[in-house]
């Protein structure tokens, strides 16, 4: 990645939690910060489940713990699913929910404590074009990405008196190991509708003909981490090549 150390004002020294750190936007998120001057703290399996939601607090302070601090949180973790809501069943809808929406409440119900304490943060959750648009065959996971999405708007009027800005970006279709398990998982399951090349079919319907790399992603976190965008709160940004904007 090109050396762009500390381009974005007020993330060096600062203190970053970045969930799901270990593969695609997270993975880069994580390594973008991390060149801009933050101390990164990576919540990922096998070291944190975040399905184990009572176990989310004293991951967050063994953070502030060490570092003293907790400037950003960025909630990037999440899983997906296949299936319309008849093929869906709970279980999955449990899983998808926990993940993609309850973890997240709680690791800012953990975080922001300390945001208070130093009376200063950002929060960064990564939702999905899905947010805002629906697709065949996600039914759950657009919902999960919905919630997180409002979870934003009203977690930004609660604590903007505490200088703490709460955001969300959408991304759209980027490559991830996710977005290739979904491609052909489409595929196999539903052959009559996403032909075998669906990587074609899927780039074909966004505007600027391709997929995000995961830092053109990344860059939109470390913008709203840091003081360059210090007014900017309770927003709803789609990262998608245009796609929803048709």
């Not at 969930?19 to 695609?24: I, L, M, Q, S």
């Not at 502030?64 to 008849?86: C, F, S």
């Not at 800012?108 to 300390?114: N, Y």
Request: aromatic content about 8%.
């Amino acid at each position: 990645m090109t050396d762009f150390t500390y381009q974005l004002p007020g993330l060096k020294d600062k203190v970053a939690i970045v969930t799901g750190h270990k593969f695609g936007i997270g993975k880069a998120a994580a390594a973008l910060l991390s060149q801009l001057g933050v101390k990164v703290a990576g919540f990922d399996l096998p070291e944190v489940d975040l399905n184990d939601l009572a176990a989310i607090d004293g991951h967050v302070a063994r953070v502030k713990a060490e570092y003293g601090r907790i400037d950003i949180l960025v909630n990037n973790a999440g899983i997906t699913n296949m299936g319309d809501i008849v093929e869906t069943p709970l279980s999955e809808v449990e899983d998808v929910l926990t993940v993609n929406l309850k973890a997240a409440f709680m690791m800012m119900k953990a975080a922001i404590p300390a945001m208070i304490e130093q009376g200063k943060g950002s929060i960064i959750n990564n939702a999905s074009d899905q947010a805002l648009i629906g697709k065949r065959f996600s039914a759950i996971y657009g919902a999960s990405k919905a919630g997180l999405a409002q979870l934003t708007k009203s977690a930004c009027l609660d604590w903007g008196q505490h200088n703490i800005r709460v955001n969300c970006i959408a991304p759209g279709s980027t490559d991830t190991p996710m977005l290739r398990r979904v491609l052909k998982e489409l595929h196999d399951r539903y052959p009559n509708i996403y032909p075998k090349d669906s990587e074609s079919f899927y780039k074909s319907s966004i505007p600027l003909g391709r997929f995000a790399d995961p830092s053109e992603i990344a860059w939109v976190i470390a913008f709203l981490a840091s003081d360059a965008a210090s007014f900017v709160n309770g927003t709803i940004i789609p990262v998608d090549g245009g796609f929803t904007a048709q």
